[in-house]
């Protein structure tokens, strides 16, 4: 698995290091052999980071044409049409296969290459209003942290590229491998909701915030029991309508979505690190049903949980 990272001068070097970071944990934690990382620019040599941070070598755009995953971390602040060399570059290289990622404002030059036209794409919130004005053919999505066509990739702003990274880890080396580097990293395995949450727009602090995190904490440990949205609001001490409104502030998403979310990762744990029945992993992850469960499952990830298992076994 080669990884090949664009960079040029100016880029931040956050933005620079966190698919680097994530990527190269991989290999740290001995998850997998052969996953390489190289940054790359289209002169190589030197660049300068926004922190004025020199990175070398850099290699030149010859690293990037055999990659098997091609990652453009972000753009510039001005959001300057992309060089034709690059562009050319990233639809080369996704005609041949390779997988392209466009994070945060990376997803600029990713559009340019026509790979995003008729799509579903997320770039950070402040420069929506820009991506979609110049490329009317792609569809913003303004809520989501990242979205994956399994070929193309973009995802939201900042910290959102550590979940895009991490969600490629997961597809490739499985939900334990991923929440393996997050637990390393300290991080969230998975974060539910969008970037919504972010937009200006602080928690609210009046009193409740404390109870509802030791609610989402107790609910983490029982997830095999049914979870009522009313019995988690009066675990809470509060109403329905209120914990329901301040779940969404807190999480952004629904407490049905979320258990559900949880429900279906704590599953996908089991299927990689135990030999249980379908029918078991079901029940301990609080599905009515074997049946309920393998809906959800393929609903929310393309495959049965016997195919997944038999992909990611550790069993």
């Not at 949980?305 to 076994?313: A, M």
């Amino acid at each position: 698995m080669k990884i090949a990272v664009h960079v040029f001068d100016g880029i931040s070097l956050f933005h620079t290091t966190a698919p680097v970071t994530v990527f190269r944990e991989v290999t740290r934690l001995g998850l997998a052999d052969g996953w390489e990382v190289v940054l790359w620019s289209e002169t190589g040599g030197t660049i300068r980071t926004a922190e004025g941070i020199e990175l070398s070598p850099v290699e030149d755009p010859s690293a990037a044409r055999d990659a098997d995953l091609l990652v453009l971390p972000s753009w510039h602040e001005d959001l300057r049409p992309a060089p034709v060399a690059l562009t050319d570059l990233v639809r080369r290289a996704h005609s041949r296969s390779t997988s392209v990622v466009g994070l945060c404002l990376g997803a600029f030059p990713l559009a340019e290459t026509g790979t995003l036209d008729g799509r579903a794409a997320v770039t950070h919130w402040s420069a929506t209003d820009a991506f979609a004005d110049r490329f009317p053919g792609v569809i913003v999505e303004q809520s989501a942290l990242y979205i994956d066509h399994g070929d193309v990739l973009t995802s939201a702003g900042t910290a959102s590229a550590l979940d895009a990274c991490l969600h490629i880890v997961r597809e490739h080396l499985g939900a334990s491998a991923a929440s393996r580097i997050a637990r390393q990293l300290v991080i969230a395995p998975h974060r539910e909701g969008g970037q919504a949450q972010y937009v200006e727009r602080p928690l609210p602090s009046e009193d409740g915030h404390g109870m509802l995190g030791e609610v989402i904490e107790w609910a983490l440990a029982h997830l095999d029991r049914p979870l009522v949205v009313d019995d988690l609001a009066d675990r809470a001490h509060m109403s329905r309508r209120n914990f329901t409104r301040r779940f969404q502030e807190v999480t952004g998403t629904s407490p049905a979505s979320w258990v559900r979310s949880r429900r279906l990762d704590q599953s996908r744990s089991l299927l990689e690190t135990t030999s249980w029945s379908i029918a078991r992993i079901a029940g301990e992850c609080g599905f009515a049903h074997p049946v309920t469960f393998r809906q959800r499952f393929v609903a929310q990830y393309g495959t049965t949980p016997t195919s997944y298992r038999r992909r990611f076994t550790q069993a």
